[in-house]
């Protein structure tokens, strides 16, 4: 495979897309500036958390930047952000541009798993909403906490299996670890988890399915006008449908804050 297939087929995997839909993705996105992580979530998990002023903030898989963006607004950040999608980075520029702090926003189209294999001596370094892009989670900490200095912080989200709102065939049949086996893996370095936020009240819930309205429409009307891809768009509007069933149901979101610990 080609890098070019495989960068492709990397970032269609991180928004549980087929490979041909791709280069119309962003069209699915279009009424979305959170595509996964709400920035919201991610200023109160960081809130007293210590992240120096003007830190330098390295964000792999910005998409369209909101994360990039508040924590320049709010922390002062400089932010470094990493996207493999150009009409998202586009959107991330205009947006940092609206907000008068492009100064503290730079956006680069790359391989994020490429620049996470670069040593990196940033203040934070956030992954959010990419699954297993870098591999396992252990593996995946193994990059994040090179990316940045001893003592830095690592912001990540995933999702642990709550057992006491899961059914007897949900036990058997969701391939997801409970709360304290993904917080072991997460330490499984040394570091040390500063902060978990549960993303899961009223709100969050709200919000899973506020996005997966907002995708409805553009999907209809991709669909009439490209109908050779009508199938892949049913199928990713079903996928997105039934993750949100879980997070609504046994399933949990959550975000951590790590630091290294060397
Ligand atoms: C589900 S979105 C999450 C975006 C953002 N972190 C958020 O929470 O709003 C995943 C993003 O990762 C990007 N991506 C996935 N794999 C990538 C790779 N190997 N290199 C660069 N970008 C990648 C996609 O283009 C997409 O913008």
């Given amino acids: ?106 956006f680069r189209l790359a391989d994020l798993r490429e620049v996470a294999k670069q040593e990196g001596e940033h203040d934070l370094v956030c992954l959010l909403a990419l699954g297993d892009v870098l591999g396992d989670l252990q593996s995946t900490l193994a990059h994040l906490r090179q990316c940045v200095k001893p003592g830095g912080l690592i912001l990540i989200d995933d999702a642990y299996l709550d057992p006491a709102r899961a059914t007897a065939t949900d036990l058997a ?22 902060a978990e936020r549960i993303i899961d009240g009223p709100e969050s819930r709200q919000q899973y399915l506020s996005m997966l309205d907002a995708m409805e429409k553009p999907a209809q009307a991709l669909a009439e006008e490209l109908p050779e891809l009508s199938t892949s768009i ?27 610990v060397d």
Avoid: N
């Fill in 173 to 194: 049949d969701i391939d997801c670890p409970e709360q304290a086996e993904v917080r072991a893996q997460l330490c499984s370095h040394g570091d040390k988890i500063l």
């Fill in 234 to 260: 049913q199928d990713f509007v079903s996928r997105q449908r039934a993750e949100t069933e879980l997070l609504l149901g046994p399933v949990v979101g959550a975000l951590w804050l790590l630091q290294r």
């Fill in 1 to 106: 495979m080609s890098a070019r297939d495989d960068l492709a087929a990397s970032m269609a995997a991180s928004m549980d897309a087929e490979p041909e839909l791709l280069p119309h993705l962003h069209r699915l996105f279009v009424g979305l500036e959170d595509l996964g992580c709400q920035a919201e979530e991610v200023l109160a998990v960081l809130d007293g958390q210590g992240l120096p002023a003007e830190a330098s903030v390295l964000d792999l898989g910005c998409g369209k930047g909101a994360v990039a963006i508040a924590l320049a607004s709010k922390y002062g950040s400089r932010v470094l952000g990493i996207d493999g999608m150009a009409e998202f980075l586009k959107h991330a520029r205009a947006g940092a541009r609206d907000q008068g702090i492009e100064a503290s926003c730079s």
